[in-house]
């Protein structure tokens, strides 16, 4: 029983209990309609100053950003936040199909547009898992579509300059939305 209670330590020692530092930030963003509105991302503080940087510059730029509203406002549900084309930061969730929480759950991962921006997976029988599935006419990148995400997108850029990763360049999925730290 000694034993036992001993291992039970040991294991009880080496559990990690990461805690996530978050911040609200507020932005200008340009929307649809050409308007200035103010967004709302809660983020990581470790990406704060980098966000705050990216969409000062998106702004300048006039860059088009249809919504930015934390997920809570959607129920916390991605699918819909993302249907309406939210660009949001923090939401807890598990990477799809793993256990493992995602860089959204560490508030160091932002989707921006996502409807226009969806994640396509290609399954193994061939068919395309398209998230949103709303998301489904932008799947096909060669064509030209408002609020795109290229390589060649200032949005793509800002990111990459700021040491974000591009999920629209993965290889087992394409993530066009996603940027993360």
Known sequence: MKRLTILFLLVLAVVVVHAVELDTLTVQHIDANGKTQQGTIIC???????????????????????????????????????????????????????????????????????LYNPCVKRKKDGTLLIQPVTGKPYADRSKSFKYKITTQDLCYRLFIQHGFRWGGSWRSLKDYQHFEK
């Not at 966000?51 to 088009?64: G, N, S, V």
């Not at 699918?79 to 084309?85: H, L, T």
């Open 44 to 114: 990581n503080k470790a990406i704060t100053q980098d966000l705050r940087e990216i969409f000062a510059e998106l702004y300048r730029a006039k860059y088009p950003i249809e919504r930015i509203r934390p997920i809570s406002e959607y129920g916390n549900d991605d699918e819909r936040s993302m249907r309406a084309n939210n660009t949001s930061c923090y939401c807890y969730r598990v990477v799809k199909g793993s256990t493992k929480l995602s860089k959204h759950a560490q508030g160091l991962a932002i989707d921006i547009n996502p």
